[in-house]
């Protein structure tokens, strides 16, 4: 068993940035984490992903403004924000797994957090 905490949610203005960070329990060297958020009343939605070779996958709608990053040492895996928008606001949820599915990312992801909240205020 795998056990993610997500940290450094929280309150910021429109243009402004944040950094959320998943903190596993065991080692995450093999494993693909990503990042997922879920605004009230709206479906999941895929943020970004990054594999055991540090390639990473990220939706096109956040693409040039969060990037992913990870630490092996630390067991961590980060999402840097920048730009923020209102619509960014949800809950950030941090997953992991050893699969990818392009079509749905989520299905490959054997682990999760309880999610951390961002909410980007104008």
């Known amino acids: 068993q795998v056990q993610l905490v997500e940290s450094g949610g929280g309150l910021v203005q429109a243009g402004g940035s944040l950094r959320v960070s998943c903190t596993a329990s065991?080692?995450?060297?093999?494993?693909?984490v990503a990042w997922f958020r879920q605004a009230t009343g709206k479906d999941r939605e895929f943020v970004a992903a990054?594999?055991?070779?540090?390639?990473?996958t990220t939706n096109s709608d956040v693409e040039g403004r969060f990037t992913i990053s990870r630490d092996n040492a630390k067991n961590t895996v980060d999402l840097q924000m920048h730009s923020l928008k209102p619509e960014d606001t949800a809950v950030y949820y941090c997953a992991a797994g050893t699969l990818y599915h392009p079509s749905s990312p989520a299905r490959g992801m054997n682990y999760w957090g309880k999610g951390t909240l961002v909410t980007v205020s104008l």
């Open positions: 990054i594999n055991w070779a540090d390639t990473t």
């Open positions: 065991t080692s995450i060297r093999r494993l693909l």
